[in-house]
């Protein structure tokens, strides 16, 4: 029953459909669509699970009680875009705007969702946005909608910000201000995890703008035995860059499909600025051609072939 009521149920959280979009915060796109990739692809999501459906009902359900609440409408947009349904997501995040202009929290959000449909400029402005909106404030754990294995939420409001930011000039191809974005964001990181995944940005920013010894220079903090809870993708990319690793160690490292994607896409950038440009196109290639597309790695290796190759 819930699961045949999903495309209707968002329909009622939404003020339009993808074809009526409000095109002052979503691009048109034909009906169904979430994305054009950079590649010129059309992006479909697939049909949810039902714990998935099950946790938006809930947050529907927080959200009628009091649809002026911050926090109820932030749900409900994180949940909606666990579904698949960015635009939705983008849609309810925009809400949260109108309703509380000054809460950070809904740029961070709608900025993140407007990375996965691929509109950069859009999470750029969104991004830089937030970053006016909590200089000065205190830094504030944001909780996990899918919990790690340890239960430990790892990143926090301030540090994903900059984080998110970053990642969007770089799959923009901005590698200036992507590394102005990272050098800021390194000194955000508040623990292993975010220190790996930043330190990973950051050094193929630097590697990729031909700034070796400084490339090298930012990995001397990563170590073997760092306190690493979701992040082991990006830490043993780290450990391969400083060549105390092998790419079929990072590539076991791969606990979910976007830490997978997040290894093959280090590593075919690390073959990419070290010179081997045909192993660097072939693992990019590879990546297009599996059948998810919202991982950050998957949409690097858009940006790539796009505009590498």
Known sequence: MIRTAFFI???????????????SILPEVPDGVQAISLLGE?????????????????ARAEYEKDPNDADNIIW???????????????????EGIEKHPDDAR??????????????????????EHAATLIAGTKDEVEPDGAPNAAGIPVSTLHSNIWYH?????????????????????MAQTPNDDMRVATTHWHYMTLRLLGRDEEARAVLEPIHEDMNVIESMPYHQLC??????????????????????????????????????????????????EKSGWASFGRLAAESDLARKY
């Open 239 to 288: 450990l391969l860059y400083k060549g105390e690793s092998e790419t079929g160690t990072v590539l076991t490292a791969n606990v979910t499909d976007a830490g997978g994607d997040s290894a093959m896409y280090g590593i075919a950038n690390w073959h990419y600025y070290n010179g081997r440009l045909d192993e660097a196109r072939a693992g990019f290639g590879e990546m297009i």
């Open 76 to 94: 409900l947009g994180r949940r909606i875009a666990y579904t698949g349904d960015y635009r939705g997501a983008i849609e309810v995040f925009s």
């Open 42 to 58: 059309e992006l479909r999501s697939g049909e949810p699970g039902e714990r998935v459906l099950e946790n938006l009902a809930a």
């Open 165 to 185: 930011l970053g990642l969007a000039y770089y799959l923009k191809g901005d590698l200036d201000n992507a590394l102005r974005v990272y050098e800021i964001a």
């Open 106 to 127: 809904f740029y961070r959000h709608r900025g993140h969702r407007y990375i996965s449909i691929r509109e950069l400029d859009r999470a750029i402005a969104d991004f």
């Open 9 to 23: 149920t968002l329909a009622l959280f939404s003020t339009t459909t993808f074809a009526q979009a409000d095109t």
